[in-house]
């Protein structure tokens, strides 16, 4: 599904990304795992289309088609997510307004009619009551005064409304209190499914022990140096990542 080939990334004229390959198939579940300044969220900005990641080199297909060569807003729609580790606050706009236009804008762009107020209010409280979570959270203004497990519930109720093909989530463990960390691995893991595959970038073991990847990778200086099974989580939480570190060097 999605196939990242010799990826090198500069931001800033500096490489950062250095022949970074990876492939994940439909259905499957990556995570990439990493030490602070490896390049991590430098992956998913590009993946995502964010302006000032250069590619200097390497391919990256989703589905067979060419990701790179689409705009933001094409990735979203053809199923791309990305859940960050700072989740945005908007002020003056309603977590619900904000959801029906982004959702438009993707039935945009894939030539599809607009969600109507009705539909989507429908789908709305169905998808909210699925999740548990309180619907008069979703006319509060995104994210603004909301604590830490209800940023996570609102990303969770996001992604469930948008069903993305493919979610990347960005360190969005980072600073989640046990339940929070619930939240987001019940919400992962319920949306598994052949069809979609997802990406789990994480620098601490923990959320593994609730999402439980088919894959780990080690990103160190740019690349994926290290790859195996659940058990690599592990082996990294004991012994740390000096000795990709050193080898990627
Ligand atoms: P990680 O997510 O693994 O911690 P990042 O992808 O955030 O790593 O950063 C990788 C490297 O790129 C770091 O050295 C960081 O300082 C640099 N970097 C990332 N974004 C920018 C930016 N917008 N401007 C300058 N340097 C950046
Ligand atoms: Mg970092
Ligand atoms: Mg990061």
Known sequence: MLSINNLH??????????????DLPAGEVHAIMGPN?????TLSYVLT?????????????????????LEPNER??????LSFQYPLEIPGVPAMHFLRTAMNAQRKARGEPEVGAGEFIKLARETAAKLKIDFEMLK????????GGEKKRMEIFQMAMLQPRLLILDETDSGLDIDALRIVADGVNAMRSPERSMLVITHYQRLLDY???????????????????????????????????????
Request: hydrophobic share 40%; proline share 3%.
């Open 9 to 22: 990334v500069s931001v800033e004229d500096k490489p950062i990304l250095k022949g970074l390959s990876l």
């Open 37 to 41: 300044g490896a390049g991590k969220s």
């Open 49 to 69: 289309g964010r302006e000032g990641y250069e590619v200097t080199n390497g391919a990256v297909s989703l589905d067979g088609e060419d990701l790179l060569e």
């Open 76 to 81: 979203a729609a053809k199923g791309l997510f």
């Open 140 to 147: 509060r203004a995104l994210n603004v005064g909301f604590s």
């Open 211 to 249: 999402i439980r990847p088919d894959k780990v990778h080690v990103l160190a200086a740019g690349r994926i140096v290290a790859s195996g099974g659940p058990e690599l989580a592990h082996e990294l939480e004991r012994e740390g990542y000096e000795k990709y570190e050193r080898a990627a060097a």
